[in-house]
């Protein structure tokens, strides 16, 4: 399968260049930047420390995306959201590990998605989204009056959205356990004279600091005991071997959106 990676010069993009390098099944196709980048022109693989690939880097992405079967693209929300429309012109898969969307962001991608198919994910590992399922199991099982949840997350400094969008995708699996939404029942902010807590309530705890590749608990409190839930991702090479792997799934799929837990057969 031709994959075409965006965002190619950034942390994310080459570690994505180099698990296509590494997945039977997957080659590099085209890379993008955003125009001005003292990456363009260069040869991907040698950017990402993958080796020659002979793909140099390129700032036009629908030229880009011709000559690909699917689209890799942990980027920045608005540019997601282009991208979506531009892949769904070209009739490839698109592959979205990008966070912080807001939900006319999520509208615009969910409206493209009837054109090619789209996979997005807060997370594209395995070891999280398996989690989230076991959260969801578990909110369902223990009783919102009496059991309190808290969502706690850590990343490395550079991280610009907060909360993360694997302690959304978290969050989300607690409200679906629980039943009700996750918009209406969440605690994003703690400051000051709060009161007691609201029962029934989903609150969410962000850290940021060093180098952090991702690190995130459920944590279910009730009276006298407590269970906690935790995946520690050690390499952000996870990520982008899950994303391939959404990819070669994705490929002559039916037009909609989808998620890990349809890539992983576990939704």
Do not use: C
């Not at 196709?29 to 690939?53: N, Q």
């Amino acid at each position: 399968m031709r994959l075409a990676v965006v965002g190619a010069a950034g942390r994310m993009g080459q570690a994505l260049i180099q698990a296509i390098d590494a997945v039977d099944g997957a080659v590099l196709a085209a890379a993008v930047e955003r125009s001005g980048s003292d990456a363009i022109g260069r040869d991907a693989g040698e950017l990402a420390g993958a080796g020659h690939a002979g793909i140099a880097v390129t700032d036009d992405p629908v030229a880009a995306f011709s000559a690909a079967d699917g689209l890799l693209d942990f980027t920045a929300p608005a540019v997601s959201v282009d991208f979506s429309a531009l892949s769904a012109d070209a009739g490839i898969a698109h592959v979205i590990g990008t966070t912080g969307l807001n939900a006319a962001q999520d509208d615009a991608i969910r409206a493209n998605a009837a054109r090619t198919p789209i996979v997005k994910s807060g997370n594209m590992s395995l070891g999280v989204n398996l989690l989230a399922v076991l959260v969801q199991q578990a909110a369902k099982a223990l009783d919102a009056a009496d059991w309190d949840i808290e969502v706690v997350e850590m990343h490395h400094k550079h991280k610009v959205d907060a909360p993360s969008g694997t302690a959304y995708l978290l969050g989300e699996a607690a409200a679906r356990g629980r039943g009700v939404s996750l918009s209406d029942n969440s605690v994003r902010v703690r400051d000051g004279q709060t009161g007691p807590r609201p029962k029934g309530t989903i609150g969410f705890a962000t850290l940021r600091g060093g180098s952090v590749v991702g690190e995130h608990s459920v944590l279910l409190a009730g009276e006298g005991e407590m269970v906690e839930l935790t995946h520690r991702a050690l390499d952000r090479s996870i990520f982008a071997r899950g994303a391939v792997k959404a990819a070669l799934w994705a490929r002559g799929r039916d037009p909609g959106l989808y998620s890990m837990l349809d890539v992983l057969g576990i939704s």
